[in-house]
């Protein structure tokens, strides 16, 4: 019965010290959706994926990045700013013009043996009922998973589609 109890005592001071913080968390590493309206200056989560119409004036953010029941994906870096991503495009009929902002993320996520591209921050000019996807594929190579999901943007990364890693230490602080 001592041992017991004592092999009790002991398993549960070895869970008080192995706290969620402490022990290894995994996430996903992956596309993250962000769009700002026309006129807006902040990213918002999409809530949709990229297949709805995206209104004239708006700025689509894409960003490589990490989440896990702790840790919210975080937005594109660079703040949406529809007037200066596209002030050298002319309006044209029948067409609309949408910022696109493309950011790879953060070295503590990239997959091992991949280089972070360079952000893509552009313009493009696009069908009236073209979508996110269409917006973001006018501006971009794409490769995306067979039900559509964003698993690649210009080649990053290389073949992963929405990883399960280890929690980096440099997200955890």
Request: hydrophobic share 40%; net charge positive; with cysteine.
């Amino acid at each position: 019965m001592k041992r017991t109890l004592i092999a009790i005592a002991s398993f549960a001071l070895l869970i008080s010290y192995a706290s969620p913080a402490s022990q290894a968390s995994t996430g996903y590493r992956y596309w993250g959706y962000f769009q700002a309206a026309p006129g807006a200056s902040t990213w918002t989560m999409a809530m949709t994926g990229p297949t709805t119409n995206v209104k004239d004036g708006s700025v689509e953010g894409w960003v490589h990045t990490f989440s896990n029941d702790d840790i919210n994906a975080s937005a594109p870096r660079l703040a949406p700013n529809f007037s200066s991503l596209c002030k050298s495009v002319k309006p044209v009929a029948n067409k609309k013009r949408v910022g696109v902002i493309v950011d790879f993320g953060i070295a503590a996520i990239r997959p091992r043996g991949e280089s972070i591209p360079k952000r893509v921050s552009t313009c493009v000019q696009v069908d009236l009922n073209a979508t996110g996807a269409e917006a973001l594929a006018a501006a971009t190579k794409i490769r995306a998973a067979s039900s559509g999901f964003i698993c690649g943007i210009n080649g990053y990364p290389a073949k992963e589609c929405s990883a399960e890693i280890k929690t980096p230490r440099t997200l955890t602080k």
